[in-house]
């Protein structure tokens, strides 16, 4: 018997009433309805402290990392909502990145076990008028230059105040398929690369 397909869902942001949270929690519905497994991670289960290769030699990954590490390694695709901070990716995405990218013990040097062969979709809101479309080129940009083939689809949800629903829901009925229907794609084009 085949091993499931799992999508691991996440937002680049802490904040306990975040847009981006809702986004893809919501988004995750398409990518079950594929067929796949979804998990749906909170980083503020998973503290990490700010990236310093002193802090590692001494102390080595920090429990948190290795948690984080050991998620992505196993699920096939990664669902990523996040908010775009001054035009670019979050603080707290990067420096998850950037542990994540970090070898284990056992790991060879720059092996991204994490990231390579991996699949992505990325979406993001803001309240904003470009709904976080300029820190998704970087998000984009640093997934693929690690190995992560992130695909083409991607949306960008301007007026996040005004976007959702007490529930957590996409009010526009359009976006909220065009949504559902990036997660679905990325569920398809994971299970096609890994059966």
Known sequence: MTQPIKILAFA???????FNKKLVKFAAEGAKSAG?????LDF???????????LEAKA???????????????HQGFLIACPE??????????????WASRPEPEESPMSLH???GKTAALLATSPGGLGGM???????????????TVIPDQKAIPGAYQAFDEAGQLKDEKLAVAVRDIAKKLAEVTTKLNR
């Not at 796949?36 to 749906?40: L, P, S």
């Open 12 to 18: 680049g942001s802490a904040r306990l009433e975040s």
């Open 36 to 40: 796949v497994e979804v998990t749906n």
């Open 44 to 54: 503020l289960d998973y503290p990490m402290p700010l990236f310093n290769e002193d």
């Open 60 to 74: 080595g990954l920090p429990e948190s990392v290795l948690q984080f590490k050991a998620l992505l390694k196993s």
């Open 85 to 98: 901070y001054n035009g670019s990716i979050t603080p707290l995405l990067k420096n998850a990145i950037d």
């Open 114 to 116: 994490c990231f390579k």
């Open 134 to 148: 300029r820190g998704l080129v970087h998000v984009r940009s640093i997934l693929e230059g690690i190995g992560v």
